[in-house]
């Protein structure tokens, strides 16, 4: 269930009535929260506050902050798409194995030497005489 915290919950697709008036960035009980809809990698409000001063100081750390956003989106796509390609090269493993009849049974546990040697069919000793038969 989304509650007021989740930001899914009011972030809306038009900007104007998104609460983060389409900067990406929403104040919502007394701290900044990125909008999962218009947050591209801008810089935090109060970061910007302080750089006014400095606009070659600010454009290059929003450039930073957009570039490093790129960053984490590339990374998590390049783990996706391993996540992906890993199960395929399995499901090929698989049905590789089904064409030449060769697919994986289960494992069973292995079995400890003391059981298997109880396990033996224990022979029968007999102490005859061979002269009395």
């Known amino acids: 269930m989304k ?3 989740d930001p899914s ?3 809306e697709l038009d900007e104007s009535s998104c609460p ?6 929403a104040s919502r009980k ?4 990125n909008c999962p809809i218009h947050y591209n990698g ?5 970061t910007q506050a302080l750089l006014l001063d400095e606009p070659l100081k600010l454009q290059e750390e929003e450039r930073r902050s957009r ?3 790129r960053v984490r989106q590339s990374q998590e796509k390049i783990a996706e798409l391993k996540a992906e390609l890993r199960q395929e090269e399995y499901n090929l493993q698989y049905l590789q194995l089904e064409l030449v009849k060769r ?7 292995a079995i400890s030497p003391d059981i ?9 000793e007999l102490d005859l005489d061979l002269e009395e038969i």
């Open 3 to 5: 509650t007021e915290s």
């Open 9 to 11: 919950y009011w972030a």
């Open 20 to 25: 983060c008036g389409g900067s990406g960035w």
């Open 30 to 33: 007394s701290e900044y929260v």
């Open 42 to 46: 801008q810089l935090h409000p109060e």
């Open 67 to 69: 570039l490093q956003y």
């Open 103 to 109: 697919t994986p049974t289960i494992k069973m546990k």
């Open 116 to 124: 298997a040697l109880e396990m033996k069919p224990k022979t029968l």
